[in-house]
């Protein structure tokens, strides 16, 4: 068994991860049952598919103090949904320049296409994206506490 090393650091990203259902969400079963490990700071809401993620709500996980947001579905294709994945890139360059705009950073935005089952890959992916958001710092606009996101988001 292979272990992939978490990120360590004093700071400690806030990240909200909102997983599909379907692939993304089985590759996240897999990492615990391989167990890889991944950063702590990570929370997941699951979802029936990533294209149901309003733009609205990615910015209000950063209001309410997420350092970082990933939306983890299925690769284009494979949605069960047929066009999720699609819509969600269609609408990322927006968002990311959105939050440029605003000064938080498109870079603390990140979609990943992760195969079904590959846990692996997933752990990969979400060590990846903390030790950027750890190199960015804090979220600037931190106004509220995530802790409180996940306190109105139905999760499961």
Known sequence: MTNIKPVSSDFEPKILGFVCNWGAYSALEMAGVERYRYSS???????????????GLILKCFELG????????????????????DQTKQSMESIKKLLDILGLGGKRLRLVEVPAGDGKYLAQEINRFTRRIQRMGANPANRGSVQSLFEQVPVG
């Open 41 to 55: 700071g990570v929370s997941f809401v699951r979802l029936m598919c990533i294209g149901r993620v309003h733009p």
């Open 66 to 85: 997420a350092d970082g947001v990933m939306l983890l579905g299925c690769p284009s294709g494979s949605c069960h949904y047929e066009f999720g994945i």
